[in-house]
């Protein structure tokens, strides 16, 4: 099988979510929200508690796991504005517990980072019309060159890869469908391929137990 | 003559500069002989992709990755090396500069556990430790930042007199449930014996071990290759979504011990992260790695 790859603007729209399937690879251009902070995940379910107002609006847009280091630099019209100056995905089982309530009450049609999260927000993707994009981790230099423009920054007062960051972005990726809209994680299904496995991989270690000691005896 | 304090400071900074620029030639060696053989379309992609960006950090002398990691060092110690000044308090001045000079600019991160505030600081930063070598006339530092993609997923259990088996199956599983998770193809080290701090020791130790360089005895040597070989037959994968590679090595380092059988085991990520330079009492500096 070969692997498509798709350019798409994002924010994704819901059709456009659906109509990828895992194992796809997607290269994004549009605009993106990024933050790399469990405390930012914390102050978006109180956002959706009515305890506080959300710093600008994600109804409908993508959240990625992505830390990023910006500066302020001025533009050669003189304008001050932030430059992303890295970018780089964390790990995004840290937010298994708030994702499913994110994906469902936001509307967000594309997710993403790296390491991927549990069956309960595969159930809330498929509701929603969602798909999660696995990032190289490590990959600082190819992901900030995609970087064109920090639109806007929500929650100034957080540590810096904390905050929310909505950026426009040009040829970010390739990106690796991971989990698609229609209950399907390959990450679900290579952990259980490897329990799965686990048996056969034993007998295999057994057997090459026995003979590397028939070895060394010799 | 003698190693001096300022030598000392400059030398570590810069082993951790190093570190997060370029990935080690080990490290680039296996993702490039991984990408020839490795039968997942996905993962053969991930793998070039790693390639390209480990490529271009050295070109422009980017970092790798955002998170930098906290200070670690593994510094062993001559037993004919003088010092004509402090030495934990150079290397702890050397990361003070470091965050104050680097371009660009590290992301603060260490936490505390007290209050989870994050910063450049904190207590016991940075880790080193310290080891004696007899009869050697340098100091040969080892600095290897540790971020939370791979340093989340290492365990440590203890056994009461464990047969192969019984171990072998223990960092199986720990290697499963780190999964996609750290960042795969991964060196695993694997430390067993001796006490609980002492095999944690043995397991660290065992990652910074090129990949390729098998332990110098047959039968632990035999125990790496089918480690490695079980743990590539799970299939997560370079990233985790799927593949031939999840492991481009597995080191295991031992000691004896009582009954009690501690095993360790420990991740280093596909950028595996590592420096290493020696000085000598003249003040001459071997930057090997």
């Known amino acids: 099988m070969t692997i498509q790859t798709h350019r798409m603007k994002f924010p994704l729209s819901e059709n456009d979510s659906r109509t990828l399937r895992a194992g796809d690879q997607v290269v994004i251009d549009g605009e993106i929200i990024v933050t790399a902070g469990l405390p930012t995940h914390q102050r978006l379910i109180r956002c959706l508690d009515g305890l506080e107002p959300l710093p600008f609006n994600l109804l409908g847009q993508t959240l990625f796991h992505l830390g990023s280091y910006c500066q302020a630099k001025t533009s050669p019209q003189g304008i001050e504005q932030l430059d992303v100056v890295y970018i780089n995905p964390t790990t995004s089982t840290r937010f298994n517990d708030v994702m499913p309530r994110l994906i469902g009450e936001l509307q967000l049609h594309a997710v993403g980072g790296k390491g991927g999260l549990d069956a309960r927000s595969v159930e809330a993707m498929k509701k929603t019309g969602c798909v999660y994009l696995s990032f190289l981790g490590g990959g600082a230099t190819l992901h900030t060159q995609s970087i064109q423009e920090v639109l806007e920054v929500g929650w100034s007062d957080m540590l810096m890869h904390y905050r929310l960051m909505r950026l426009r972005v040009m040829g970010l990726g390739p990106v690796t469908v991971a989990m698609d809209a229609h209950g399907n994680s390959i990450y679900a299904d290579t952990q259980e391929n490897a329990q799965t496995r686990m048996n056969q991989i034993m007998a295999f270690m057994d057997g090459a137990r026995q003979e590397a000691a028939t070895k060394d005896k010799c | ?289």
């Open chain 2, 1 to 289: 003559m003698a190693i001096s304090s300022e030598l000392i400071k400059s030398v570590t900074a810069e082993l951790y500069e190093r570190s997060l620029r370029k990935i080690p030639l080990d490290a680039m060696d296996a993702l490039v002989g991984a990408a020839q053989v490795e039968s997942n379309e996905t993962a053969r992609h991930t793998l070039r992709i790693m390639i390209k960006s480990a490529e271009e950090a050295e070109k422009t002398g980017q970092f790798v990755c955002s998170d930098s990691g906290v200070p670690v060092y593994f510094i062993r110690v001559g037993t004919q090396v003088q010092f004509s000044g402090h030495v934990r308090e150079a290397i702890a001045q050397g990361f003070d500069q470091l965050v104050s000079t680097i371009q660009p600019p590290l992301l603060p991160h260490i936490t505390s556990h007290q209050n989870l505030e994050r910063g450049y600081k904190g207590a016991g930063m940075p880790l080193v430790t310290f080891d004696m070598v007899d009869g050697s006339d340098c100091m040969d530092i080892t600095c290897s930042p540790k971020a939370l993609g791979s340093g989340r997923w290492a365990a440590l259990e203890i056994f009461s007199f464990p047969d192969l088996r019984t171990i072998e199956k223990y960092v199986l599983d720990v290697v499963a449930r780190a999964g996609s998770q750290p960042c795969p193809p991964v060196v695993v080290g694997v430390g067993i014996g001796g006490s609980f701090d002492y095999a944690a020791k043995l397991a660290k130790e065992a990652t910074l071990r090129p990949i390729g360089e098998h332990h110098t005895e047959s039968m632990v040597a035999d125990m790496e290759k089918r480690l490695l070989a079980g743990i590539n037959m799970m299939g997560f994968g370079p990233m985790g979504t799927g593949g031939d590679f999840t492991a481009s090595a597995v080191h295991v380092n031992y000691a004896a011990g009582h009954g009690f059988t501690p095993v360790a085991v420990a991740f280093n990520c596909w950028i595996n992260r590592r420096t290493r330079a020696r000085i000598f009492n003249d003040g001459r500096v071997e930057f090997l790695e």
